[in-house]
């Protein structure tokens, strides 16, 4: 099974600049859709923004223009480079990943979370 390690969470000032990773690591015949999610207090998880093994990204209304996800196949690992943070972005920021586990089964795997808290 895949396990999800994220990092680079922290305080920043509004207006200031993150980046977060995630790397995979553990069996799997195959990673394919990666992504970030966010969830702030009181409210649900949602999608910030995914790229697929290909390539193709999408993402959040909320955060287009300012945030940009890529991926390095090689190294099983999926960036969130997010510019001009606003008090709104704070939130728990969790990595995940579509995979094909060995026995061709789907399965969807979650990482721990990282914490971004912006300061207004």
């Known amino acids: 099974q895949v396990q999800l390690v994220e990092s680079g969470g922290g305080l920043v000032q509004a207006g200031g600049s993150l980046r977060l990773s995630c790397a995979a690591s553990g069996s799997a015949f195959s990673i394919n859709t990666m992504g970030w999610y966010r969830q702030a207090p009181g409210k649900q998880r949602e999608l910030v923004a995914t790229i697929a093994s290909g390539g193709r990204t999408n993402y959040a209304d909320s955060v287009k223009g300012r945030f940009a996800i890529s991926r390095d196949n090689a190294k099983n690992t999926v960036y969130l480079q997010m510019n001009s943070l606003q008090p709104e972005d704070a939130a728990v920021y969790y990595c995940?990943?579509?995979?094909?586990?060995?026995?061709?089964?789907?399965?969807?795997?979650w990482g721990q979370g990282t914490l971004v808290t912006v300061s207004s």
């Open positions: 995940n990943a579509l995979t094909i586990t060995p026995a061709w089964k789907s399965l969807e795997v």
